[in-house]
């Protein structure tokens, strides 16, 4: 998931090739009511997943639970002259690991951003639709919570890590520092919402490489298939979402939630080493310190990890890259050369 260098150059007479105001949120809303009727026929909490319709969902001990290429060590010396017994747990706690992190973003991120939604917090999304989205986004989620719960007993109960506990990951302790940086809920409460469309922007990437992966632990490949057929369609949802909440929204609010949308990118960024580190320890990793000193070293925040050329796409529809104000925010972060 690497990026290419992004050089932001601001689009001349873009109101002659944009839709208007009006109208593209306009667009937004009856996209979004589309989207909340068609989710009958694609939430895959209403489809059966067993072994007569995947019938590789015997868990097999040959395989690798988990991607060697996304170790944030995945070429340092240490690790690669570990032993093999070693290196395919380490590859198994990564999975579970894996799987805490999406509970973390179902449960911490998402799940709060949409309860806002249906308590009617947020402007431009308080009506009967954004409720039903919404709503039933938390059926997703939840769904995806017993997903990734079931994928990592399995992993645990298969190959003794019932022990293995994790720390906080970075994305959500970034996104509670940042809230606890302000005193007034509306901005505490577009801080998470921020976070939300960012990691709903994000998480079909982050979860493309395993899906597509047949050389993995099958029934890992088939549960991240499956919550990423929900994630193509929330994407598309939170990123009509983000238009209509920006476009209620006061010149203060719009002027915090330019600054504020950028920074969840560089928490997804952060390789998450206070997990790996915890991670390595429990296993009995006898070079963790060093390794993960180097990582340390080298960069524990690094853009190149993931794509974030969506979210440039978003914030030039939504007109933020339209102000020399969005364009500063964004370069701040990294995301412009």
């Not at 939430?43 to 067993?50: C, G, N």
């Amino acid at each position: 998931m690497s990026v290419q260098s992004l050089a932001y150059q601001p689009t001349k007479n873009i109101k002659n090739t944009r839709k208007s105001h009006h109208q593209e949120i306009s667009y937004s809303r009856n996209l979004l009511q589309k989207m909340g009727g068609n989710w009958h026929q694609r939430a895959q909490v209403k489809t059966k997943i067993d072994q007569q319709s995947h019938p590789e969902l015997i868990f097999d001990t040959t395989k690798d639970d988990f991607r060697i290429d996304l170790l944030p060590f995945k070429s340092h010396p240490d690790f690669l002259a570990a032993p093999l017994e070693i290196q395919k747990k380490i590859l198994s706690a990564g999975w579970i690991a894996y799987n805490e992190k999406t509970i973390d973003i179902e449960s911490k991120v998402i799940t709060p951003a949409c309860n806002h939604i249906i308590y009617r917090n947020i402007p431009g999304v308080d009506d009967g639709i954004s409720q039903e989205i919404a709503s039933e986004t938390l059926v997703d989620e939840a769904y995806h919570v017993l997903l990734v719960i079931n994928a990592c007993r399995m992993t645990r109960e298969n190959r003794g890590l019932q022990s293995l506990r994790l720390p906080e990951f970075n994305l959500v302790r970034n996104m509670q520092i940042e809230q606890d940086c302000y005193a007034e809920t509306w901005q505490k409460t577009l801080v998470q919402v921020a976070t939300a469309i960012v990691s709903e922007v994000f998480i079909s990437d982050y979860l493309d490489l395993l899906a597509n992966d047949t050389t993995i632990q099958p029934f890992n490949r088939v549960t991240v298939a499956t919550h990423k057929r929900d994630e193509l369609a929330h994407a598309g949802i939170f990123k009509h979402l983000a238009k209509c909440i920006y476009s209620e929204l006061n010149q203060q609010q719009k002027e915090f939630f330019i600054e504020v949308l950028p920074k969840p990118v560089l928490w997804f960024a952060n390789v998450e080493l206070r997990v790996w580190q915890a991670i390595l320890e429990q296993i009995g990793f006898a070079k963790t310190e060093s390794v993960i000193a180097d990582c340390a070293a080298t960069n524990e925040v690094n853009l190149l990890r993931i794509d974030y050329t969506e979210l440039i796409d978003l914030a030039q529809e939504m007109g933020i890259l339209e102000s020399q104000r969005g364009i500063d925010s964004f370069s701040k972060a990294g995301l412009f050369n």
